[in-house]
């Protein structure tokens, strides 16, 4: 059976084989993409020069503000514990996008200014002009390409808070999620956290309603990233609308999370500017609110929508905290983990 259809096929068939090697303990560096070629420093659970044979599942966790991705592949190292998932067949995978004034870096590498990797913004050095959108779609069809993963039926991708709004525009942003899908590979979208979201239309939350801003000193709260406005190249050679984005978004199997005690309007990393401002106060109201815009796009376009949604007791705004608890793991990995749970 094949594992692409035609159109993947082609691209993927062209895609370089992984050549790794390590950079640091732990720290691989994988080279993607073939115009150009260029590489990312990647933590995994298994060395990428001698890749494990039966891979059914891939899980890719996306650091925060701070870059550090050593510390979410930890994450995600106890994440595949809880949910007793082995190495042999589950890769994980934390990209580490890189700024300037980090260790490690190589000539091959791309290398965003400051916080430009988590709206999707293009390397301004290394190897320029590669999108984090399309390092994570070079990442995909690396996973996929033919012969390498057989076995490989789910691709579960992480991110939170800076992460998360990498991970929530990517989701919605994407155009290859239903072609994996075709080929036998489920995506699934796990979003904790972020900051702000990307809004498809210029309502915004006001109460338990949503309409448009009366606050004319924010005159560009609808523009990216917060909105379709002035959308980045990677949105407009798409030519989609916002009507056939949520559509295609709703379709996806997009889950959200954050912690109950998120609630620090003053919080350091949250995004204070005017346009994330106009989606709530705190990453928890952002987040219920965003839901509840959800289910108005829902009703008003006339398209089905459920994704998932999970608040954790107790769980401010760390990822380690937020991912010890059972109720994440079940939304990251649904009917994994309790006693007697299979290695799926």
Known sequence: ?????????????????????????DRQALSLGTTPAYTMAVYANADLGRLPSHVQRAVIIVHGVKRNAVDYFAIGQHLLDMARLSPANTLLLAPNFMAHKDQGLLPDMPIWGSDAWMQGEASIRGVTGITSFQALDDLLRWLAAPGRFPDLHEIVLIGHSAGAQLMQRYALLNGITEGLQQAGIHLRYVISSPSSYLYLSPERPQGEDFARPANLSCPHYDDYRYGLGQPPAYLAQQHLDGRQLFARYAARDVRYLVGARDVDPQHRFLDRSCGAALQGATRMARQLAYLRYEQILAQQWQLPASHL????????????????????????????????ADQR
Request: hydrophobic share 55%; proline share 12%; glycine share 8%.
């Open 1 to 25: 059976m094949a594992r692409l259809p035609a159109l993947l096929l082609g691209i993927a068939l062209s895609w370089v084989i992984a050549a790794a090697h390590a950079v640091t303990p």
């Open 309 to 340: 949604q999970q608040v954790i007791p107790d769980a401010a705004h760390g990822a380690p905290r937020l991912y010890r608890s059972p109720l994440a793991l079940e939304l990251v990995f649904p009917g994994l983990g309790a006693p007697g």
